[in-house]
């Protein structure tokens, strides 16, 4: 089983291909926003794919609340796919499947299947991760270096059916591609803020964001200063339930802080591009903070990287793709710099309540950041932001000069178009003399 004919690469003569993504196509997730990026990417090339589209629901989140030409074409595309899936009784033949999602939900769909997921945040994958993409996908596709790195150096140990022990590996392509810069289209927002220097966090509430620490260590910072900490956020969903949830957490977290003079102000809801764009770009937003465990990529990350905000975080996973920039030195040779403030940090064991079978293994690790050097990030921010402003605004024209939307799709039509054939599946099997017993 090879990929169909005419899919070998950029430079040769393709014929249009019938492709079936699938993904969460209307999820206001990292999971929605590489589903839109790939659809945008196919679609910059009419003239080489008929496209479908199977959308998935990713958990309790919500649905992007968009009144424009793309959301009007993916409802479009939804409707279109589900007629002919009922009109051929589910018989359709697809050339080419594309599935944005963990690996835990691919499946066999076309003669070639291509997963394109975010990997994970931790040191390793999960062993059944690695047996669905060699069993099921045909090329893997993940979006930063440190999910290519994650998968490809995690080896477990299997055994075949006669007992025979032997390291089990990732064994199909993998490649990866980040996401493009957003089309700058800033809404100016309006914002009732106590203090004219704010930090803005935004991301949802859950283990791996470590909102707990980067919230209590930041007034336990600034407890006796005027200054603000904006936290766009919500716990599952933008309703009122969850709204008067998170708040009341957040307010828990605060209460050992009565008599504190910093600020924080919760923002929760939906808020569109144009809107987080203006969110970004406030004139009294003056940093970003993330000192998550770990990122895929860092999508909130990226998009301050854009506006040219300073950033406060830690230097391993996902974001390094875009925070490190390439320098030459004095002597003329290439060597890629952070842009940002580095706060330091430890690798260590993932906590119990982050563990979530077949995918967040028990023995992987991720990064926990340090209070002392967090707290002493936010002290040198607000005192030399000048000189993080100009760092940051260096690091803007990088990202949007590098990370185009143009430069994106092509690369990542050309990712679909290997140049190596598949290896076949059935011949992968037999060698392995029956079934694999993966040990966790």
């Not at 496209?51 to 919500?62: A, T």
């Not at 336990?220 to 936290?231: A, F, K, P, Y």
């Not at 000069?401 to 039509?413: D, I, L, S």
Request: glycine share 6%; aromatic share 10%; charged share 25%.
């Amino acid at each position: 089983m090879g990929y169909p004919q005419g899919i070998q690469g950029m430079g040769a003569t393709i014929s249009m291909k019938k492709i079936i993504v699938k993904g969460p196509a209307l999820s206001q997730t990292g999971y929605g926003e590489q589903t839109r990026f790939v659809l945008r990417a196919l679609r910059s090339r009419p003239d080489l794919f008929d496209i479908y589209l199977l959308n998935l629901e990713w958990g309790k989140s919500n649905h992007i609340i968009e009144d424009d030409n793309e959301h009007a074409w993916l409802v479009e595309t939804i409707r279109k796919t589900a007629k002919l899936l009922q009109a051929n009784q589910g018989r359709v033949a697809f050339d080419l499947s594309l599935q944005v999602t963990i690996p835990n939900e691919f499946e066999k769909m076309a003669p070639v299947n291509i997963g394109y997921t975010a990997g994970i945040e931790t040191t390793k994958v999960a062993p059944q991760w690695l047996q669905k993409c060699n069993e099921v996908m045909d090329k893997i596709i993940v979006i930063s270096k440190h999910s290519k790195d994650v998968f490809v150096n995690t080896v477990v140990e299997a055994q075949d059916q006669h007992g025979n022990k032997f390291p089990y590996k990732l064994e199909k392509p993998i490649e990866y591609i980040t996401y493009p810069v957003k089309p700058d289209n800033t809404q100016a927002i309006e914002l009732e803020l106590e203090h004219e220097f704010n930090f803005l966090m935004t991301s949802q509430w859950g283990p791996r964001k470590n909102f707990e620490n980067a919230i209590r260590w930041f007034v336990e910072e600034n407890i006796d200063q005027e200054v603000g900490l904006v936290v766009k956020t919500n716990s599952y969903k933008n309703c009122t339930i969850d709204r008067d949830f998170t708040h009341k957490r957040l307010q828990a977290l605060l209460a050992p802080y009565k008599d504190r003079k910093c600020s924080v102000t919760l923002l929760h809801g939906y808020m569109n591009e144009a809107e987080m764009q203006g969110l970004y770009r406030h004139e009294n937003i003056k940093a970003f903070i993330n000192i998550a465990h770990g990122e895929g990529f860092g999508l909130p990350l990226f998009d301050a990287a854009a506006a040219g905000l300073p950033i406060i975080t830690i230097g391993w996973s996902g974001q390094c793709d875009f925070l490190f920039m390439p320098e030459k030195n004095k002597k003329g040779k290439e060597k890629k710099k952070g842009k940002f403030l580095k706060v330091d940090f430890d690798i260590l064991p993932v906590q119990r309540e982050a563990h979530w079978e077949g995918v967040i293994q028990p023995d992987s690790q991720w990064a926990f950041a340090k209070e002392g050097s967090y707290k002493m990030a936010l002290r040198k921010m607000k005192s030399e932001h000048h000189v993080y402003k100009g760092m940051a605004n260096s690091l803007k024209e990088w990202v949007c000069k590098v990370f185009t939307q143009e430069n994106q799709n092509a690369r990542f039509v050309e990712l679909i178009g290997v140049e190596d054939e598949a290896s076949d599946l059935d011949d992968w099997l037999s060698q392995l003399e029956g079934e694999v017993e993966i040990h966790t």
